[in-house]
């Protein structure tokens, strides 16, 4: 792959992660105010009912599938371009031999 190909790969992925920044960002303004918090004391919890405490297992349980989802996107993302890393040095390397 090329300089220009590589170039415009990382932008292609750069705005597919600035995609799902925003998108992150709205499905969290929309939910519940009690999940949008980042800190819950264990006394909050104790307040909460049953169908409360139900919900925000459930918005955790996907917050945590989606943030692996995201991890094994990203970590496929990186080992492409270390290949193609990889294979451009390898290039230079046998221009440079010449």
């Known amino acids: 792959?090329?300089?220009?190909?590589?170039?415009?790969?990382?932008a292609e992925l750069e705005k597919q992660e600035e995609e799902k920044k925003e998108k992150r960002a709205k499905s969290a303004s929309r939910?519940?105010?009690v999940?949008?918090?980042?800190?819950?004391?264990r006394s909050d919890l104790q307040s909460f009912g049953v169908k409360e405490l139900n919900a925000l297992c459930?918005?955790?349980?996907?917050?945590?599938?989606?943030?692996?989802?995201?991890l094994v996107g990203r970590l496929q993302v990186r080992d492409q371009l270390r290949t193609?890393?990889?294979a451009m040095l390898l290039e230079v390397q046998d221009l440079t031999s010449l």
């Open 84 to 86: 193609e890393q990889d």
């Open 35 to 41: 999940i949008q918090r980042r800190h819950l004391e």
């Open 31 to 33: 939910s519940d105010p």
């Open 58 to 70: 459930s918005t955790l349980s996907q917050t945590i599938q989606d943030l692996s989802s995201d």
């Open 1 to 10: 792959m090329h300089w220009e190909a590589l170039s415009l790969r990382i």
